[in-house]
């Protein structure tokens, strides 16, 4: 069975400060990874995917993450936190290889901004 | 990315109703679409996965009978809760994706249901 951890139901950071959302992954087969930001009331926006190939993963809005097998983590990072970041943020996994698999949902994270 | 709709985005109806949620896959044929509900603040819970032409395939816990999908077409499925209660009110998101391995799964916006 596959499953998420989000470390941290709420992060706040400074205006142009590092943002680390922090997730770590159970799985038995190689992974697929995700992470999804989602604004009040509305859906979910892929923000980058790690499938196979180069760890280092960089997304939208300035957005990247590096998958670390030895920790099975999957932390997503940004140099400079934007006020417009400020939403929930889901990490995500499902099975590398298979068709239309689910996806398997973190509890997810709210970040903040402080101006 | 491909564009998945869900109507209506907001609904309230009254208890002892039934409300039906359309997802739409716009431009490309979804082959499977799955049901998520999603508590305030609180993550997605997958209810169930629904293949073209079969069966829902419900997660543990969601009973089939009070939440009917059906997904007659490459580009629509439904999800109706039956007999509404109030602690039915909640986000509910779909996902859809086509055919093929390592396919990406496309979101629609949610559909907030509010019983009273």
């Known amino acids: 069975a596959q499953s998420v951890t989000q470390l941290g139901s709420h992060v706040s950071v400074s205006e142009g400060a590092l943002v680390l959302l922090r997730c770590n992954y159970s799985?038995?087969?190689?992974?697929?990874l995700f992470w999804y930001v989602q604004y009040p009331n509305q859906g979910l926006q892929l923000l980058l995917k790690?499938?196979?190939?180069?760890?280092l993963v960089k997304g939208i809005n300035g957005f990247e993450a590096e998958f670390k097998k030895s920790e099975t983590s999957f932390h997503l990072t940004k140099p400079s936190a934007h006020m417009s970041d400020a939403a929930e943020y889901f990490c995500?996994?499902?099975?590398?290889?298979?068709?239309?698999?689910?996806?398997?949902f973190g509890s997810g994270t709210r970040l903040s901004i402080r101006p | 990315g491909a564009v998945v709709s869900q109507h209506p985005s907001r609904v309230i109806c009254k208890s002892g109703t039934s409300v039906k949620i359309e997802c739409r896959s716009l431009?490309?044929?979804?082959?499977?679409m799955f049901w998520y509900r999603q508590f305030p603040k609180q993550s997605l819970m997958l209810m169930a996965t629904?293949?073209?032409?079969?069966?829902?395939?419900?997660e543990q816990g969601v009973e089939k009978d009070k939440f009917l999908i059906n997904h007659a077409s490459l580009t629509l499925s439904t999800l109706t809760v039956t007999s509404a209660h109030p602690e039915d009110s909640s986000f509910y998101i779909c996902?859809?994706?086509?055919?093929?391995?390592?396919?990406?799964?496309?979101f629609g916006q949610g559909t907030r249901l509010t019983v009273v």
């Open positions: 995500a996994v499902s099975d590398l290889g298979s068709s239309a698999s689910k996806i398997i």
């Open positions: 431009d490309f044929q979804a082959t499977t």
């Open positions: 629904s293949n073209e032409g079969s069966k829902a395939t419900y």
């Open positions: 996902s859809a994706s086509s055919a093929g391995v390592n396919t990406e799964a496309f």
């Open positions: 790690y499938t196979t190939g180069a760890t």
């Open positions: 799985s038995s087969v190689p992974p697929y």
